[in-house]
């Protein structure tokens, strides 16, 4: 018979391995800038970018926007992606989801946007 000592063991190492295993099996994406993204892009690769709004880019009709890198941009659909109210331009977003390549470029099919928070330092528009 074991021993309550081994059993404690027996259970941790169990535990342990299962939390290993999960970590391994669902790793989360890198997240990358626009322009490394797009340096290696691959159609319909899962993926992860972070980025920044382009002036006047956000369309809600056809539920888009741009993000723009140092020399490059791209496309974002959120059509499938739940999008706090923070949402806009000049706003660091997260985004994360499938790459595909259409006529125009390449767009990211979001499924899920974040997007930063305002800081408290930015400067308020003043009224002169």
Known sequence: MLTRRVKLMLVGAAITVGLLATLLVDAPAPTMTVDDLLADAVDGRIVAVR??????????????????GETTTLTISFLDATVSNGLGDNRTVYAEGTLVETNEGW??????????????????????
């Open 51 to 68: 980025g920044e709004v382009l002036d006047g880019s956000i369309d809600n009709g056809s539920s888009s926007f741009v993000l723009e």
């Open 107 to 128: 767009l990211l099919e979001a499924s899920v946007i974040k997007t930063s928070c305002p800081s408290k330092y930015e400067e308020e528009a003043t009224t002169d």
